[in-house]
């Protein structure tokens, strides 16, 4: 009997193919961020032509749409960074203290139903959330905070944190969760009570993940848009942070919302007002991505290793 | 050493205070654990209420109107059905490839690592960028028309595809190696073991995850705005080069709405509908994990 | 010297009578359940002042349990059940009124893989005192300085006390926690296996160290070891499928052993 063992062309041929189509589809996402990129830096180059960096990044008045136009980027940044560190206030606290709770305190049963429970904070489009705000929130607070104007703030700051704490939450648990017992034993043989243990072994055994977890659930707040656009109306301005009052409960636009404003009205590819959108967008790009890395580095190079 | 130093009166050491630190400090633990929970709740409860007399069959029937009483949201209904079935469309082949790809026949190499840290940064980009690629490529450089289906769903595939490679990694990496020896061994081609023995196990993996970042899609509206989709469509879209609307851009148009009918009425039911559809679809992604992770305890 | 299978064992003094003896721990009719698994039954016992104490037995003979009753470590698993009494001193620890937190300051324990915390050196020996409220500078240095020099490690650590611990060798690691646990003056020292996971040359550091620490503290060791527990016991308890078999001063137990089942484990006819 002989054995024909030669290779088969047809079948080379078609197992080669079937491996070059799954890899360009791989590649497809190499090819996505060049786009990004490209597309991002294409416009916003002819935009910095037409306005200068120096307008851009150190003016204070942000209005593309309305004469006199002036694209300062400022009052955009203002806000952002407002809405940012509002939001983290409310999130970051919160998000640990429950991943502390989930990891150390609570039992099977009870995890078993609450984390669930809290993914579904995170599956809540931010639409809903945006509207949550303007509709119930700030009625609410309107009641005993007199001057809380209808876009403000503090109930968007409310509602997009309540939405980020399972991201803090659950990476920060994860990192928790990975401190090994026999550390837990350690602290508790040498007679500490268990809010000692977690607070000064657990925790800062974790630290790493913790803070990274951080990093990230801000870099979302800092792309977050709809709930903002909704609820915190569309004055931009330059916050001014020593007055807490004037910061929380007036009007904001961050720079994502600036970009919906600008998407929503009637420009023309052709405007300047147009090419602010990139020039914006590639800001936010660079704010984001910033931050994703630092909290790739900080996971990896603080890694405890037990 | 003194015996009564272990009983609990003894004040001398700081243990009392520890404890009553202790104690304030787990009840800030539940607090924050039940913060967003019990909020999102009583905000859930009350739009419901606010919906339960407006949300009808007509609601579903009806086009969107000034009026409140005939408001309805068919085209942006059909509008999300449609785009988010052509994204489904779209990204599975071209998620579950890439991580065919990464997973059976690229080796640990710098390239792959390369491949593998661009996903992830691409799923920590800001869904409005997605947009502004969506606005960038797609209507400006190949010209096609502003706010059409065909567009969204290639802009909101983008978006989704990170999600769908790294959940169908995780869903393929799960598959033993013991089988993918079995089968190597009987002879068969690489391809023909992926097709045959590895795609079929890690399907419920790769669903669960395709179908909660579909869940998520149908709540984007950012990108779709960035693209030209309308917020208000009065016809529902009947091909790819429609324009069309979707579900959360209705409801941020209806958000402006100051009328109490509509904050109070209309938009509540909308918002419902939407919920209803991306609870129900999280539901299903749920199932699908159970039984992914009952056939890996059956190993 | 006397020789046992071909080890040389410490000549226990024969002078010195129970009587002469203070008892820091007396176990009174001790049983302990894992949920509804009866893991010690009725273990009636006695630890000595300033003598190490050696608990050996066949794996899963409930010796690491009992380790663990001493300072109650076994109330962090679900589930678990205690009847009968250890007194501390003629106080019982399970009694109602007595704190696990306050008794765990008077009984440290030393586990068998070393767990340092992922901090410095010095942070690790400070740890127990930081937290029960010391928190003067000198006072710190002096206790670290002093637990490390006990530990038999200051010498080689002096020069790096704020090197992160983990740097360490194994060996250095156990000694690091032994130094952990003496920083918060303890009267008693629990060690589970401490040997188990170093090499020979670390495990006899680590047997001059127990020795040497008898002088201060009193010592309970659990090994799989015979060897060891000849060597290192004053006394030694021979546990079986949950019994206490057998407890004796070392020389009697290994050379003229009471019961048989104690002689056949002795001479490796099982375990």
């Not at chain 3, 901090?119 to 740890?127: E, G, L, R, T």
Request: proline fraction near 4%; glycine fraction near 8%.
């Amino acid at each position: 009997m002989e054995l024909d063992l030669h290779k088969q062309f047809r079948v080379d041929i078609k197992e080669h193919l079937v491996k070059f189509v799954f890899f360009s589809f791989a590649f497809l996402s190499v090819i996505t961020t060049v786009g990004i990129v490209v597309v991002l830096i294409t416009d916003s180059a002819i935009f910095f032509s037409e306005v200068s960096f120096f307008e851009f990044f150190t003016g204070t008045r942000w209005s593309p749409t309305i004469r006199p136009e002036e694209f300062g980027v400022l009052p955009l940044i203002s806000g952002t960074l407002t809405f940012t560190l509002v939001t983290s206030l409310i999130a970051i606290p919160t998000g640990l203290l429950a991943a502390i709770f989930l990891s150390e305190y609570a039992n099977e049963r009870v995890r078993s139903v609450l984390k669930p429970a809290l993914e579904v904070l995170a599956g809540i489009p931010t639409v809903v959330y945006g509207y949550f705000a303007l509709v119930y929130i700030t009625p609410m607070l309107k009641s005993f905070i007199p001057q809380l104007s209808t876009f403000n703030v503090l109930s968007a700051s409310i509602v997009v944190g309540i939405m980020i704490i399972p991201t803090i939450a659950s990476i920060s648990e994860d990192a928790m969760r990975a401190v090994p017992n026999t550390l837990r034993h350690a602290a508790f043989g040498l007679g500490v009570t268990k809010f000692q243990v977690t607070t000064s072994v657990v925790v800062p055994s974790a630290l790493s993940g913790i803070v990274s977890s951080f990093i990230l659930g801000i870099s979302r707040v800092i792309g977050e848009t709809m709930a903002v656009t909704i609820a915190g109306g569309n004055m931009s301005r330059m916050v001014n942070w020593l007055k807490p009052g004037e910061t929380l409960f007036e009007p904001v636009q961050t720079m994502t919302a600036a970009m919906v404003e600008i998407g929503v009205s009637d420009v023309t590819g052709d405007s300047v007002a147009y090419r602010s959108l990139f020039a914006v967008g590639l800001t936010l790009f660079a704010m984001t991505m910033v931050l994703n890395m630092v909290s790739a580095y900080i996971k990896r190079k603080y890694r405890e290793k037990y | 050493m003194a015996v009564k130093d272990i009983a609990s009166g003894a004040a001398e050491d700081n243990i009392r205070k520890e404890r009553i630190k202790g104690i304030v400090f787990q009840v800030f633990c539940v607090i924050a654990a039940l913060f967003g929970i019990v909020s999102l709740g009583a905000l859930l409860i009350y739009v419901i209420y606010e919906a339960a007399g407006w949300l009808d069959l007509e609601f579903i029937t009806n086009t969107p109107s000034r009026f409140a009483e005939k408001a309805g949201v068919r085209p942006p209904l059909l509008g999300s059905a449609f785009v988010i079935g052509l994204v489904a469309l779209f990204s599975l082949p071209l998620g579950v490839g890439s991580a065919i790809y990464l997973e059976e026949y690229s080796k640990q190499s710098f390239f792959r690592r390369f491949i593998e840290i661009n996903i992830a940064n691409l799923a920590g980009v800001p869904s409005i960028v997605y947009g502004l690629l969506g606005l960038g490529l797609f209507v400006s450089t190949f010209g096609m028309p502003h706010g059409i289906v065909l567009v969204g769903a290639f802009t909101l595939t983008l978006r989704v595809l990170p999600i769908v490679i790294v959940s169908s990694q995780e869903a393929i990496k799960a598959v033993p190696d013991l089988q993918r020896h079995a089968s190597l061994g009987l002879g068969t081609t690489r391809w023909q073991m992926i097709r045959t023995v590895v795609l079929p196990e890690a399907v419920p993996g790769i669903l669960t995850g395709t179908i909660i970042a579909l869940a998520n899609a149908m709540g984007e509206t950012a990108p779709l705005i960035m693209i030209g989709a309308a917020t208000t469509m009065f016809t529902s879209p009947h091909g790819l080069f429609s324009s069309f609307s979707a579900m959360p851009l209705q409801i941020y148009a209806w958000s402006d709405f100051p009328q109490s009918e509509f904050q109070h009425g209309v938009t509540p039911a909308a918002i419902v509908v939407l919920l209803i559809i991306i609870l129900s679809m999280n539901g299903i992604a749920v199932y699908f994990r159970n039984k992914f992770y009952q056939k890996k305890r059956q190993k | 010297m006397i020789e046992l299978d071909g080890t040389i064992m410490k000549h226990n003094e024969r002078t010195e009578t129970e009587q002469k003896l203070d008892t820091v721990i007396n176990v009174n009719e001790l049983s302990f359940y894992y949920g509804q698994t009866q893991a010690l039954f009725n273990i009636d016992m006695r630890i000595y002042k300033n003598r190490v104490t050696s608990i050996i037995g066949p794996s899963g003979c409930g010796k690491s349990t009992m380790l663990r009753c001493f300072n109650r470590m076994n109330d962090l698993i679900e589930g678990t059940q205690v009847e009968g009494r250890i007194l501390l001193n003629d106080k019982n620890i399970y009694d109602k009124d007595i704190d696990p937190v306050r008794l765990r300051r008077h009984i440290g324990m030393v586990f068998q893989q070393p767990n340092p915390f992922p901090k410095s050196i010095f942070d690790n020996v400070a740890y127990g005192p930081r937290m029960f409220g010391t928190h003067n500078r000198e006072k710190l240095q002096e206790i670290t300085e002093t637990s490390l020099k006990k530990a038999a490690l200051w010498d080689e650590v002096k020069d790096r006390l704020h090197k992160s611990a983990l740097s360490l060798s194994g060996g250095q690691q156990q000694r690091l926690c032994i130094a952990r646990a003496i920083a918060v003056e303890p009267e008693v020292i629990l060690m589970d296996e401490p040997a188990s996971a170093l090499d020979p040359i670390a495990t006899t550091f680590i047997e001059d160290l127990i020795d040497e620490l008898k002088k201060n503290y009193t010592v309970v060791i659990v090994t799989h070891n015979m060897q060891q527990a000849g060597r290192v016991g004053d006394y030694t308890a021979f546990f079986l499928n949950g019994y206490l078999e057998e407890f004796d001063t070392t020389e009697k137990l290994f050379l003229n052993p009471a019961s048989k089942k104690t002689a056949d484990y002795i001479s490796g006819r099982f375990g």
